[in-house]
C-alpha cells in the first residue's frame, strides 16, 4: 500500500515529466540579449512594459570618417510655385557643399489634367443645348483652378448648377474630347473616362437614398426593422405550410389508390382538441399541416425511435414559431421542471410532452396579444410599432420555479462524436486521460 | 385480391399506464393482399413497439488495473425490463474506437451485449438489425461510454460500476401480418389491442405464460439496471400541463375583459 494506492493510481510511473525537463525551453522564453540573467528573472519573462531598446541591437550608422556635416540656414526655391517665392530652411550640408536639384517636396504638387478643346472641337463635337459655350468654359476654367473639387467648383460657379450636373458636363466633355481626338476607339477604351462613364440619374439617387438614411429617425428604423421581420416570418410560415403540403401528397397517394381515405388519412395526430387549444395563434393551420407531414413521413420509415419521432413532431409544431420563440418555450419547460428531452419516452409520454410545448406555444401567443392590446389600449396610435416581439418575459412563473436550477438536460447522443482514445494506446498514460472534462450525459 | 376493411376504436392500444386517449376513431385497418402471392401482409395504422435500454456499465478494475486495462466495461442493448429481444432484432454491431482489435463486434444471439477491458471514453455505434419478417432496414443508436462518473467525484470504486442508460422505444409502423401474429404476446413487445375480426396466421404457442413484462432475473448485472418509471414522468408532465392550462385560462381572461373594456372607454370619452 502506497500513496499511489491511496489515490487510486496505477502504480506505473510516467516517463514524461522527465522528458519534458530536457527538453529546451521553448524560442520565446528564452532571455533577449543585452538583458541580465538577474534582471530578466524579475519579470518572470513577462515583457516589460516599457520598451528598452538595446543599443547594441540597433543597426550601426554608416558615416565614413572624411564627412563633414553642417546644418546650415539656406535659402530655395520651389519649382510647384510659379511666383518665385524665396523661402529659407536648415540643409544638411556635407563638407561644405550643399545638395543641389529641386525642392524635394514639390514633387507632391500634383495637378489634374484638364482637357482643353479648341472652338473647332467645340463646335464639332461639344454641343449641348442645356450649356452654352460660355458657361462649359467657365466650368473648365474653374474645374482647373480647383483641380476638381466639385462642391467648391459649384458654389462658385455663376449660374446655379447642381454638382451633379457640373460634373456631367465636364466629364461628358471630356470623354467626347477624348473619344474624338483617339485615332482608333481600341486606344482609349482602358481609359477610365472612357470606361466607366458618368451616369447622372444613378448618381442622384444614390445620394438620395444616402442622405434619406442618413435623416432617418430612430423610430423610422424600428419600424421598418419590424416590418421586414414581420414578413420574413409570414413568407416562412407559408413556405412550411407549402412544404408540407407537397411532403403529404406522394403519401396519400400511395395508401390506396382508390383514394378513399385521401380526406382522413394524414389528420390523424393533429386531432381537434389540439385545434381549440391554440386558438388566438395566427399560424395555427400550417401547424397542424406540418404535424400531419411529420407523421406521414414517419410512416415511411419502415422503422424509427420514439425519440426522432418526437423531435420530428415537435419540430413540426413549432415550424412556425420563430427561433426565440422556441428558445422560450424551452426556457418555460425547465422552469417547470420538465426534461427537454423525456427520459422515458413512451408514446403516451411523448403525446403529453408534445401537448404540453403546445399549450407553452399558445400561451406565449396569449401573453404576446394582451400585452399588444394593453399598450394599444394605452396609446393606440402607436401600437404596432412600439411593442416589440418581446413581451414582458417573466410575466408568468410557474409556483415551483427556482431559477438557474436547470433540469439536468441529456445531452444530444450524436453530438458527442468525439472519438476518445480506446485500449491500445500505451503512450500517454492512464491518468492524463482521467479528465472530467467530457460533457457527458448524466443518468 | 382481397380486401379486408374494419373500423376499430382505440380505446386500449397498449398497456401503459396513462396512456392518452387517442379522440380520432381509429383509421380503416386494410390488409392488402396481391393475388395471395406476396409474403408480407402489411397491417396499416397499427404500431407495434419495442421499449429497449441502451448504455454502458463500467467497472473500475482497482488493483488489478493496468495502464490500458483500467476498466472493464460493458455495452448492451436489452429489453426495458430486461425481456428477451431476441424475438425482434436479429443481430447487433457495436463499433468500437478504431484502436480496438476487431472494432466491429458482432452479436448474433441474444444477451446483446459486449464486455470489453480499456482505458479511455468514446462514442460506440450500435447498430441493430431485425429478422426477416420484422424490418429489413437497422437502427443505429449512438452512445458515449462512460468509464468515469461525473456526479460522484471520491475515489474510483471497484464495486459501484458507473452505468450511463437511454431509454427508447423501436417503433415499426405498419408491421407485417406474420411479424404481428409471431410476437402478439412476447413480453418485450407491446402490441395495441387488434380488431377482433383481424384473422391471424396461428402464431408459435409455447412460451406465452413463461414470461412476464419486468422480468429482469438472472442477469449478472440485473441489480445495477436502471428502472424507467413512465409513471413518474407521466405525473410531472400532467402537473406541468395543469399549471400552464390555469393560465391560458387566466390569460383568456383577461383578455376578453380587456376587449371588453376597451369600447366602453371609446364611448365614455364621446
Not at chain 1, 160 to 173: C, G, I
Not at chain 2, 203 to 210: K, R, T
Request: charged share 30%; glycine share 4%.
Amino acid at each position: 500500500m502506497d500513496a499511489k494506492d491511496i489515490l487510486g493510481l496505477p502504480k506505473i510511473s510516467l516517463p514524461i515529466p522527465q522528458e519534458k525537463k530536457s527538453r529546451p525551453q521553448k524560442d520565446s522564453q528564452r532571455k533577449p540579449d543585452g538583458i541580465s540573467r538577474e534582471v530578466y528573472a524579475l519579470t518572470g519573462g513577462v515583457a516589460p512594459l516599457m520598451p528598452s531598446v538595446d543599443v547594441n541591437q540597433l543597426k550601426k550608422r554608416h558615416q565614413p570618417e572624411n564627412e563633414k556635416i553642417t546644418w546650415e540656414w539656406l535659402a530655395f526655391t520651389n519649382s510647384a510655385r510659379k511666383d518665385n517665392l524665396q523661402l529659407y530652411h536648415w540643409v544638411r550640408v556635407v563638407n561644405g557643399t550643399p545638395p543641389t536639384g529641386d525642392y524635394s517636396f514639390a514633387k507632391y504638387n500634383k495637378s489634374v489634367d484638364v482637357v482643353k478643346y479648341t472652338d473647332e472641337e467645340y463646335e464639332k463635337h461639344l454641343m449641348d443645348p442645356a450649356w452654352t459655350k460660355e458657361e462649359t468654359d467657365q466650368l473648365f476654367d474653374l474645374c482647373e483652378r480647383f483641380d476638381l473639387r466639385f462642391v467648391v467648383i459649384a458654389d462658385r460657379f455663376s449660374s446655379s448648377r447642381s454638382v451633379e450636373e457640373l460634373k456631367n458636363r465636364y466629364y461628358s466633355v471630356s470623354r467626347a474630347v477624348l473619344i474624338a481626338r483617339a485615332p482608333s476607339p481600341a486606344d482609349i477604351s482602358g481609359h477610365p473616362l472612357v470606361k466607366e462613364p458618368y451616369n447622372i440619374s444613378q448618381e442622384i439617387e444614390r445620394k438620395r437614398a444616402l442622405s434619406m438614411v442618413l435623416s432617418q429617425t430612430k423610430h423610422q428604423e424600428r419600424k421598418d426593422a419590424e416590418v421586414i421581420s414581420e414578413a420574413k416570418k409570414i413568407s416562412e410560415s407559408r413556405m412550411a405550410a407549402k412544404a408540407a403540403q407537397d411532403a403529404e401528397l406522394p403519401v396519400t397517394s400511395s395508401i390506396s389508390p382508390e383514394g378513399v381515405e385521401k380526406t382522413t388519412a394524414p389528420v390523424d395526430t393533429a386531432s381537434p382538441s389540439n385545434m381549440q387549444v391554440s386558438v388566438g395563434v395566427a399560424p395555427l393551420m400550417s401547424m397542424a399541416e406540418n404535424a400531419a407531414a411529420a407523421a406521414a413521413s414517419l410512416r415511411m420509415l419502415r422503422v424509427y425511435l420514439r425519440t426522432y419521432a418526437l423531435d420530428q413532431m415537435v419540430q413540426a409544431a413549432s415550424s412556425s414559431a420563430g427561433l426565440r420563440t422556441i428558445k422560450r418555450v424551452e426556457q418555460f419547460l425547465q422552469e417547470l421542471k420538465v426534461n427537454l428531452k423525456p427520459k422515458v419516452p413512451t408514446k403516451a409520454v411523448c403525446a403529453e410532452h408534445l401537448e404540453l410545448r403546445k399549450e407553452i406555444l399558445t400561451l406565449l401567443n396569449l401573453q404576446k396579444l394582451l400585452q399588444n392590446k394593453e399598450e394599444g389600449s394605452s396609446y393606440r396610435e402607436s401600437s404596432y410599432t412600439e411593442t416589440p416581439e418581446t413581451p414582458k418575459d417573466r410575466a408568468f412563473i410557474p409556483d415551483s420555479v427556482s431559477f438557474g436550477a436547470m433540469s439536468a438536460e441529456r445531452v444530444g447522443k450524436r453530438d458527442q462524436k468525439r472519438k476518445g482514445p480506446g485500449r491500445e494506446a500505451p503512450s500517454s498514460p492512464a491518468q492524463s486521460k482521467r479528465p472530467r472534462k467530457l460533457k457527458a450525459t448524466d443518468s | 385480391m382481397t380486401r379486408i376493411s374494419l373500423l376499430s376504436d382505440q380505446n386500449d392500444s397498449h398497456s401503459h399506464a396513462g396512456e392518452e386517449s387517442d379522440s380520432t376513431p381509429h383509421q380503416m385497418i386494410e390488409i392488402e393482399d396481391e393475388d395471395n402471392k406476396s409474403p408480407t401482409k402489411k397491417i396499416k395504422d397499427l404500431e407495434v413497439c419495442v421499449p429497449i435500454v441502451y448504455g454502458t456499465m463500467s467497472f473500475w478494475l482497482g488493483r488489478k488495473a493496468t495502464e490500458t486495462q483500467s476498466h472493464m466495461w460493458t455495452v448492451y442493448v436489452r429489453g426495458a425490463t430486461n425481456e428477451d429481444l431476441g424475438v425482434v432484432i436479429k443481430r447487433v454491431v457495436f463499433q468500437l474506437h478504431p484502436s480496438f482489435t476487431n472494432a466491429r463486434r458482432v452479436v448474433e444471439s441474444p444477451p446483446f451485449e459486449l464486455t470489453e477491458r480499456g482505458w479511455g471514453e468514446f462514442e460506440i455505434a450500435i447498430s441493430i438489425f431485425f429478422h426477416d419478417d420484422v424490418c429489413d432496414k437497422q437502427l443505429d443508436l449512438f452512445h458515449l461510454l462512460k468509464l468515469y462518473s461525473e456526479v460522484e467525484h471520491g475515489p474510483l470504486s471497484t464495486k459501484k460500476p458507473v452505468i450511463v442508460e437511454s431509454y427508447d422505444e423501436i417503433v415499426f409502423p405498419d408491421p407485417s401480418e406474420e411479424f404481428l401474429a409471431r410476437v402478439l404476446n412476447h413480453p418485450s413487445v407491446i402490441v395495441p389491442q387488434l380488431p377482433a375480426t383481424l384473422n391471424l396466421p396461428p402464431g408459435p404457442i409455447e412460451d406465452v405464460h413463461e414470461k412476464k413484462r419486468g422480468d429482469t432475473k438472472d442477469h449478472p448485472l440485473g441489480q445495477w439496471f436502471i428502472r424507467f418509471s413512465e409513471a413518474d414522468e407521466l405525473l410531472k408532465l400532467a402537473e406541468a400541463r395543469q399549471q400552464v392550462q390555469n393560465y391560458i385560462v387566466k390569460l383568456r381572461r383577461r383578455l376578453s375583459m380587456l376587449e371588453g373594456s376597451a369600447p366602453t372607454l371609446k364611448t365614455s370619452v364621446s
